[in-house]
């Protein structure tokens, strides 16, 4: 099965890229840096602070930056936001329990508080174990952008973002400025797989500017059916065959409302999602509200003052077959935090600041027994201060983060970039210090003596390429090496919770060739990622091979093709290939875990939009192949892998109505 797929995307990735590269011959033997912008370079020059405190290119900003647009997103159809996150280098997503998806990052497992995800300025992360559950989440068609650091982002937003950013930002009063009603609707042959919907309403007032969004929606795991996880299936306890369609689900809302006014923000959020697989169900309740003024002391210096409230009921859990929780307990945070931003001259910029937050959780079961019946409590504080020079040679970042935690202690993370644009070439050198800060489950139930932060060093290069205004190439390469790495390990009923292990990491390389044409565009990006061989941790080790970690495939390819075949109708092919992985799947005869390989797969996905003024009708279909990937705990955590989606049938319909200026 995978000699055929892998050829076949060779092929089609070399036909692509022939066709391009012929049709750009005579542009690159005239090549001009001085020419018109054009759609590529509007994208190009876009600016975004979300990898410093100062607004820069991507391809200036000091991080490797992925951004996807609200037309990417229309145009590929994305039914959520593991579609969007297959397509981006280096992400791929994984089963932590409960059927509960999250995502790996670069070869890693990275659902536990490496990946920090923001939706409209509010963490998403929950603040138990800092995970945040994928599939059929997040209203993706409502959002405007989102940008992804592919690379460490602690010194400017903590200990939740040790390997990566996600933030994704919606359609607000600046973008919208009206009404807008979508919805989603996802068949399988034999069940339906989402219906998904949701308003949101927007107004940029002169004085007050207001939005307003709600999104539902209800869907399930997996269609297959006759399931039985050979894992956790025995003869003292046997698993019951399950048709997934009809046992489990994916059930997702959120309401979000924000109001501006001169340099007055605030924000309300609440996000649910409830999930399960055939024995039991996780539910998540997180609410967060955000207040922040900006006060222009002067033309040159802005201070923010701001506060942050989060109130959560994350992984309650209990049993399918009578709704009884096994555990429900509340989270809450209350963060103050002081940023100051400093424009010293046109060249030199200065951000610096100051954090407080405390963290309480108590049990909600009637026992109360959890925490021994009391609150557990944890305080942190942090101080960072980062520096970006503007330099005919080069633009330098350097800065750092200190951060006290009363119950995990301290960590100390410097970061160091050099990146510039010379004409049609670009360069970013960058080396950072990342660190994960315990949750408070990690302290909790800790093993033997406390959990301390979890540390890494991340070493990165980008070299790019404009060989037209249409056209780009970039090329990164990253060393990763994380220590005292924080792993839930079950050694038995007694005796489980998380311990810190020695190291692990990855290394490898990504690649992204655009071409954007008038008519039609092309996106092309390889990612290749390989196990440290010296990573300690054994929950992540497979027999057969030392170059991957288990449930994570090494490399992945993706091909985005896009074509207006009228004004009005545009067509999208989007191609994923994904390299070999391995999975624990059935127990030897003692009862322990044995890993198999699963092969490579070819996701085939197809839409087809139509558009007229405020109205948007999209049809599509999803694995065309019908290659139906598994989804694997990315850990040896006595799970068997998911049972992959057929193919899916989709329906998309929207109607935006702008107010009269």
Known sequence: ????????????????????????????????????????????????????????????????????TAEDIRRMGARDITDILRTIPGF????????????????NWANEGKVLFLLDGQQINDLLYQTVPLLNN??????????????????????????????????????LNGVKAYGTVGLHSNAIGRT??????????????????????????????????????????????????????????????????????????????????????????????????????????????????????????????????????????NLANITANYNLSKKINIVSGAVYFADKANDLLPSNTYFDGQDYNLYNYAVFAQGLIKHRLANLTIGARYEKNNRA?????????????????????LYSEAFRTPAIENLHTSIGDKVVPEKSSIAELELGYQFTPEMLLSINGFALNTNDVIIYEYISLDQQGYQNYRRSGSSGIEAVFNLKKKKWDLNVNYSYARANHNSTVDNYKVPQTSNQFVGIPAQKGVAIFNYSITK???????????????????????GIPLATQLDPYLLTNSFVNYQSGGFMVGFGAYDLLNQKPAIPQAYNGNYAPIPGRS?????????????KK
């Not at 952008?145 to 690379?151: M, V």
């Not at 301290?410 to 160091?416: G, M, S």
């Not at 004409?423 to 050198?429: G, I, L, M, R, T």
């Open 409 to 429: 202690g301290d960590a100390f993370v410097p970061r160091l970039a050099l990146t510039k644009k010379i004409e049609n070439f670009h360069f970013k050198a």
């Open 196 to 333: 998904n919907g949701g308003v949101m309403l927007a107004q940029n007032g002169k004085d007050v500017s207001w939005d307003f969004g709600f999104f539902q929606g209800k869907g399930i795991v997996s269609d297959q059916n006759n399931f039985v996880d050979q894992i956790q299936n025995s003869d003292s306890v046997p698993y019951p065959v399950s048709n997934l369609a009809k046992v489990t689900n994916a059930d997702p809302m959120n309401i979000n409302v924000g109001i501006r006014t001169k340099g007055l923000q605030v924000r309300g959020m609440y996000n649910g999602y409830k999930t399960n697989d055939p024995i039991l169900f996780a539910k998540f309740d997180n609410y967060s509200a955000d207040i922040k003024y900006d006060f222009k002391i002067n033309p040159k210096l802005t201070i923010t003052p701001q506060y942050i409230y989060m109130n959560q009921v994350p992984w309650a859990y209990g049993t399918v077959s009578d709704g009884n929780y096994g555990l429900r307990s509340r989270a809450t945070r």
């Open 647 to 659: 193919r899916e049938f989709v329906i998309k319909v929207s109607y935006q109505l702008n107010f």
């Open 138 to 175: 997040f209203p993706v068609d409502a959002v405007e952008k989102i940008e992804i650091i592919r690379g460490p982002g602690s010194a400017i937003y903590g200990g939740s973002a040790e390997y990566a950013v996600i933030n994704i930002i919606t359609k607000q009063a600046s973008s």
């Open 92 to 107: 791929d997503i994984g089963q932590d329990v409960q059927f509960v998806t999250g995502v790996s990052f670069r070869g």
């Open 568 to 590: 009005n109708i545009s067509f999208n092919t989007t191609l994923i290939y994904s390299g070999k992985r391995f999975a624990f799947t059935t127990n030897d005869q003692n």
């Open 1 to 68: 099965m995978a000699r055929w797929q892998f050829g076949s995307l060779i092929f089609i990735f070399s036909l692509l890229s022939f066709t391009a590269f012929s049709q750009e011959l005579d542009s690159l033997l005239k090549l001009s840096a001085f020419t018109a912008e054009s759609d590529l370079q509007k994208e190009l020059n876009q600016k975004t602070g979300v990898g410093s405190g100062k607004a820069l290119t991507t391809r200036e900003t000091p991080g490797i930056l992925s951004v996807v």
